[in-house]
């Protein structure tokens, strides 16, 4: 069974940073597109940042400059480094992928189940 666990969110000041990392667990062939969405309170989930295979990236204007998506396919890990935080950010975290179970089989939209991240004075 393949599992995203995110992990690093917390509560941080104003011009803070944090780093979140998310974990791909199970049996996998390869990772594809690897993404991180936010939900705010009362707000719909927004996509974030994704990073492809071949390392292409891109980001919502929220956010560039700010943030920065990497990934290590030797630890099956995405990570979101996030500087100058501000209230806005505020929001559970979620990290999703698109999957290579097998050569020939893709499991996509992967959900994990969100981290909380919380920026305020």
């Known amino acids: 069974q393949v599992q995203l666990v995110e992990s690093g969110g917390g509560l941080v000041q104003p011009g803070g940073s944090l780093r979140l990392s998310c974990v791909v667990s199970g049996s996998i062939f390869s990772i594809n597109t690897l993404r991180w969405y936010r939900q705010a309170p009362g707000k719909e989930r927004e996509l974030v940042t994704a990073?492809?295979?071949?390392?292409?990236?891109n980001y919502v204007d929220s956010v560039k400059g700010r943030f920065t998506i990497s990934r290590d396919d030797a630890k099956n890990t995405v990570y979101l480094q996030m500087i100058n935080l501000n209230p806005e950010d505020t929001a559970v975290y979620y990290c999703?992928?698109?999957?290579?179970?097998?050569?020939?089989?893709?499991?996509?939209?992967?959900w994990g189940q969100g981290t909380q991240v919380t920026v305020s004075s």
């Open positions: 990073i492809t295979g071949g390392r292409t990236m």
């Open positions: 999703n992928a698109d999957i290579l179970i097998t050569r020939w089989r893709t499991l996509n939209d992967v």
